[in-house]
């Protein structure tokens, strides 16, 4: 004896759940690629700022040495590259914490999504345990009635 098939009211909304989960995952895959280039992004900005130091640092020794002379204007010159390289850094330090700040965002959501889509899958097993109950019952209960008449045949 078969009841009815177990069907889960709330099944378009856990499909939504999983929907809205799948989509922070993709979020958040995509704030990690971004945070990643950032961090590429500084590093090549501090190689460069390391090399323009150095080469200030070369040629500003080289002129204390008395090898060559270094105009004034060379020496502003250099300084103002090297300031604007250490400028770009600092934006990209700012560009970094604030990837840091939107990977760690998508990353709550993420978990706050998969909590609301593991607490409908966990109501979904347990009314689905209870339709198996309930059918159990009903198919011992037919059972029962079945015995209970033989019995009442062979009595008489």
């Given at each position: 004896?078969t009841?009815?098939?177990?069907?889960?009211?709330?099944?378009?909304?856990?499909a939504?759940r999983?929907?809205?989960?799948?989509l922070?995952?993709q979020a958040?895959a995509?704030?990690?690629?971004?945070r990643?280039?950032?961090q590429?992004?500084l590093?090549t900005?501090?190689?460069h700022?390391?090399?323009?130091?150095?080469?200030?640092?070369?040629?500003t020794g080289?002129?204390?040495a008395g090898?060559?002379?270094?105009?004034?204007?060379?020496?502003?010159a250099?300084?103002?590259?090297?300031e604007r390289?250490?400028a770009q850094?600092?934006?990209?330090?700012?560009?970094?914490?604030?990837?840091?700040?939107?990977?760690?965002?998508?990353d709550?959501d993420?978990?706050?999504a998969?909590?609301?889509r593991?607490?409908?899958?966990?109501?979904?097993?347990?009314?689905r345990?209870?339709?198996?109950?309930?059918?159990q019952?009903?198919?011992?209960n037919?059972?029962?009635e079945?015995?209970?008449d033989?019995?009442r045949?062979s009595?008489?």
């Amino acid at each position: 004896m078969t009841g009815p098939s177990f069907r889960f009211r709330l099944e378009r909304v856990r499909a939504l759940r999983e929907r809205r989960e799948d989509l922070a995952r993709q979020a958040l895959a995509k704030a990690i690629v971004e945070r990643s280039c950032s961090q590429d992004r500084l590093s090549t900005i501090e190689a460069h700022l390391e090399h323009a130091r150095s080469e200030q640092r070369l040629t500003t020794g080289g002129a204390t040495a008395g090898a060559a002379t270094v105009s004034a204007v060379e020496l502003q010159a250099g300084q103002a590259f090297v300031e604007r390289i250490e400028a770009q850094r600092l934006a990209g330090v700012g560009e970094l914490a604030h990837h840091e700040h939107v990977v760690a965002d998508r990353d709550a959501d993420l978990g706050q999504a998969a909590r609301e889509r593991e607490m409908l899958e966990r109501l979904k097993e347990r009314h689905r345990a209870e339709h198996l109950r309930a059918a159990q019952r009903r198919e011992g209960n037919a059972l029962d009635e079945i015995a209970i008449d033989r019995f009442r045949r062979s009595a008489a």
